[in-house]
């Protein structure tokens, strides 16, 4: 579920996503794509790329717009999903079903924060219709919840427990150490982490990213490229009733 981050992220998941889904017996896997296209956006190509290495859903966030090319795929593709609190008139949708490898349908929701990220709406203006509209189809729901603020992203958790299977949050490119299953029921993370270069600055190359800290100057990023991790989490649920039994985060080194 981590964010997948540029061609070093791309190329772990293109080589090892199928095996690992094989040796942690995961029936559907959910990536955040927004970082993919040299850091950030995504293209309808990468897009499919994600696809074909075993991911079942795409979920994106405040880069989802980078790319011109991808909102007509967000339009004709079921397989991704962007914020659902951005405009309404805008490309794409917020929530999709997509079968797990047993058939079982999942839900996959994708909401942003507001702290230092500019969504249209608050996601607490449409969050309970979305998992309404999410729980008439299915009870296996899973919410990506895109934001900067640990806050948010915990009191979305503790809002949603009991009604849905799994809150993971995306953005921050940092795994953190709080993966449990709440007493309603619904797993959460605060941050899945991030499945691209982990000797970076959240994925940026280092010394470009202090350079721009220090001096306030414009400068160019790149995706760095040492210390390459698959990063997420497993979360073991019930197809019948969608609660969560177990989460467990992944981190796993590349090649
Ligand atoms: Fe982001």
């Known amino acids: 579920m981590a964010d997948v981050v540029g061609r070093p992220g791309r190329d772990a998941l293109e080589d090892r996503l199928a095996g690992l889904r094989e040796e942690l017996e995961v029936d559907v896997c959910v990536v955040n794509g927004e970082n993919v296209a040299d850091g950030v956006g995504i293209t309808p190509k990468l897009a499919e790329r994600l696809l074909a290495a075993g991911a079942d859903a795409i979920t994106l966030g405040n880069h989802t717009w980078r790319r011109q090319e991808i909102r007509p795929y967000l339009e004709s593709s079921d397989r991704i999903v962007r914020p659902a609190n951005f405009a309404a008139t ?70 949603l427990d009991g009604r849905v299977t799994a809150v993971i949050g995306t953005h921050t490119h940092v795994q953190t150490s709080d993966a449990r299953v709440q007493p309603g029921g619904t797993a959460a993370i605060t941050d899945a982490g991030m499945t691209g270069p982990h000797d970076s600055v959240i994925g940026v190359k280092a010394e470009q990213a202090t350079q721009r800290m220090r001096t306030g100057m414009t400068v160019r990023f790149e995706v760095a490229d040492g210390g390459i991790r698959i990063e997420g989490v497993l979360v073991g649920f019930d197809g019948a009733t969608g609660r969560a039994s177990a989460i467990t985060p992944v981190r796993v080194p590349w090649p």
């Open 90 to 159: 805008t490309p794409g949708k917020g929530l999709t079903v997509v079968p797990a490898a047993d058939g079982t349908p999942v839900a996959v929701v994708n909401v942003m924060g507001s702290l230092s990220l500019q969504p249209a709406t608050s996601m607490w203006e449409l969050v309970d219709d979305l998992v309404d509209e999410a729980r008439s189809a299915t009870p296996v729901v899973v919410v990506d919840v895109h934001a900067e603020a640990t806050s948010e992203k915990v009191a979305l958790a503790r809002w």
